[in-house]
Structures are given as structure tokens and as C-alpha cells.
């Protein structure tokens, strides 16, 4: 498995930015698909965006427009911008890791390694 350790969450008020971070070990870390999911209290885990290692992105409906996903290949990380923020995007957010090479998975059990996950609260 690969180890994910999210960073960047935390309160903001609706109509406010924030920014996660997720940093990867292993060495193939440029070959992974690596995404965003979020989950509510009481809630499926769902997904939010996704990125190939072409660079090569996929967002939920609910986010498109106002969140972007990128990476770092040197770094090893995986970054989720966040613009607009609405009370509704109030979650835990997972970094995941899904180590064949292909296409973006929308589905929880696509991927193999994840991260802890980090709080995002948006008040309104």
C-alpha cells in the first residue's frame, strides 16, 4: 500500500477558500490516479474530483467550477483547491491512491491506498 497523509482542512466561513494537500510515499507515485473523496456524518463516502498521471482531471457535478485538483510528480502530492465554499461541502475529506495506471474511478472501492482523512467545516 501507498501512505497518504492529508493536510489543509479546517473552518471557513461559506463563500471561502481552502486548500488540501495530500503527500504519497513510493517511488511509482507519478503512475498512480490519485482523487478526492468526502464524506458527511451519516453519509456514503463520495467521490470529488480525481487526476490522471497525465494530468488528466474528472470532477462530481457538485464541485465542478469551483474546486480544482492538481499534483506534483516531484513532490509526491496531490492538492484540492477549494473556492466557494458552501455549508453543504462540510465533510471529512480522503485522499485516495489507486496504483493501476488508467482511468479516474468514481467508485470507493477503485482505489487501494488511503489517507486519514481531514475535517473541512463550512459555516453560513
Known amino acids: 500500500q501507498v501512505q497518504l497523509a492529508e493536510s489543509g482542512g479546517g473552518l471557513v466561513q461559506a463563500g471561502g477558500s481552502l486548500r488540501l494537500s495530500c503527500v504519497a510515499s513510493?517511488?511509482?507515485?507519478?503512475?498512480?490516479?490519485m482523487a478526492w473523496f468526502r464524506q458527511a456524518p451519516g453519509k456514503e463516502r463520495d467521490f470529488v474530483a480525481g487526476?490522471?498521471?497525465?494530468?488528466?482531471?474528472y470532477y462530481a457535478d457538485s464541485v465542478k467550477g469551483r474546486f480544482t485538483i492538481s499534483r506534483d510528480n516531484v513532490k509526491n502530492a496531490v492538492y484540492l483547491q477549494m473556492n466557494s465554499l458552501k455549508p453543504e461541502d462540510t465533510a471529512v475529506y480522503y485522499c485516495?491512491?489507486?496504483?493501476?495506471?488508467?482511468?479516474?474511478?468514481?467508485?470507493?472501492?477503485?482505489?487501494?491506498?488511503w489517507g486519514q482523512g481531514t475535517q473541512v467545516t463550512v459555516s453560513s
Open positions: 485516495a491512491a489507486d496504483r493501476t495506471p488508467g482511468w479516474i474511478r468514481l467508485v470507493r472501492g477503485g482505489y487501494d491506498s
Open positions: 513510493g517511488r511509482t507515485f507519478s503512475s498512480y490516479v
Open positions: 487526476i490522471r498521471s497525465s494530468g488528466g482531471s
